[in-house]
């Protein structure tokens, strides 16, 4: 029977085309875990502990259910395919045997199955998500256009997704520990200077700004810049002895700004605010920093 091509048919057809698995499947077996290799292209970072453990403990009680399915690297050694997370949890187990199919694939074919098993799944974090997208581009040459196909997604989520590689690293950290949403850090990419996007995700953080709310913030920056863009802006950056000046801005200022100055010390800094309530606000915020009761 001649393999049909898959492409452009979008995930369920990767998931569910049975006709093609059923030729490269050879049976359920029964393999040792001592026998088994994890995959080296799981896209899969973290692995949630409690859920490992209840996952662990289901299978202490009624036996693992749905099997893994396994490559055959050499005539001892078994490699994961799909399954890594029920393969830790047999292991936690106590098992000796977990049930799998066996079946042959390539590199190329292990990264994508295993992508694809772990979207379908939903529970891989967003930066997951980008740099497995990243590395189907790079490590199997496909375009974004190829790869929105393959998944059934469109290509602009490929592209968003890509964009949150972008990011600094530490706004990829507060992503994948879901300390902002996607829809934050998509507000963030369209600030150009870091600076700028770290201070508005500090903000995010200390006064739990909502999506919306970012959303307008970075608007309002982005159609202001053409007018600070042709302000004498100064140049360089911030002298040592002001950083702490400006974290304490940071912290008590509960608006976007712009903070620079020069090694004589002189700067500007601009406050953005949307309405009178929020310059208000400001106000008294700097009289209780100037007369503190």
Known sequence: MA?????????GALMD???IIKEQISGIAEIELSRIDANPFQPRSTFDQEKLEELSASIREIGLIQPITLRKTNDDRYQIITGERRFRAAQMA????IPAFIREADNDSMLE????ENIQREDLNPIEISLSYQ???EECNLTQETLSA????KRSTV????????????????LKEKQISVGHAKALINIEEEEIQLMLYSQILQHDYSVRKIEEIVRDMNEKEPVLEKEKKIKGK???RLLAVKELLEKTIPLPFRFSANEEGKGKLIITFKSENELHKIVKILENQTNPS
Request: hydrophobic letters at 45%; proline letters at 4%.
């Open 17 to 19: 085309d049975a006709d």
């Open 3 to 11: 393999k049909r091509s898959v492409l452009g048919r979008g995930l």
């Open 238 to 240: 911030l002298p040592d």
């Open 159 to 174: 592209t968003n997704y890509l964009r949150l590689l972008k990011l600094p690293a530490m706004i990829q950290k507060g």
């Open 135 to 137: 590395r189907l581009i």
């Open 94 to 97: 106590g098992l000796h045997k």
């Open 113 to 116: 199955m295993a992508l694809v």
């Open 150 to 153: 393959r998944i059934g997604k």
